[in-house]
Nanobody, 125 residues
Framework: QVRLIESGGGLVQAGGSLRLACAAS????????AGWFRQAPGKERGFVGG????????????RYAASVMSRFTISRENAKNTVYLHLDNLSPEDTAVYYC??????????????WGQGTQVTVAS
């Protein structure tokens, strides 16, 4: 059984930073695909970024939504089987519930079968 547990959300001032964590059981992040999504009030859930295993040296193994490029970074700590989302230079528009997702399927275009419960990020102006 796959379980994903997010942590690290909270209240931060505009321009500040946060680090979200997603710990997994039943699935190994080092050899699978993980993604971060977010959903703001009244809006649909949208892709923030993802990371996946790859043997292709030309593939950076990570991709991001244009709206967060250069501000958010995804990393992975294999020893803890945890994926992180580093959020820098936050703005009130980044306020949302952030969800971790994962799947054994490595294809970027495919959906994720496993989801965490979400963690709230609130950015005050």
């Amino acid at each position: 059984q796959v379980r994903l547990i997010e942590s690290g959300g909270g209240l931060v001032q505009a321009g500040g930073s946060l680090r979200l964590a997603c710990a997994a059981s039943g699935l190994t992040f080092a050899t699978t695909r993980a993604g971060w999504f977010r959903q703001a009030p009244g809006k649909e859930r949208g892709f923030v970024g993802g990371i996946r295993w790859t043997r292709d040296v030309r593939d950076p193994g990570a991709r991001y939504a244009a709206s967060v490029m250069s501000r958010f970074t995804i990393s992975r700590e294999n020893a803890k089987n945890t994926v992180y989302l580093h959020l820098d230079n936050l703005s009130p528009e980044d306020t949302a519930v952030y969800y971790c997702a994962a799947d054994f399927d490595l294809a970027w275009e495919n959906h994720y079968n496993y989801w965490g419960q979400g963690t709230q990020v609130t950015v005050a102006s």
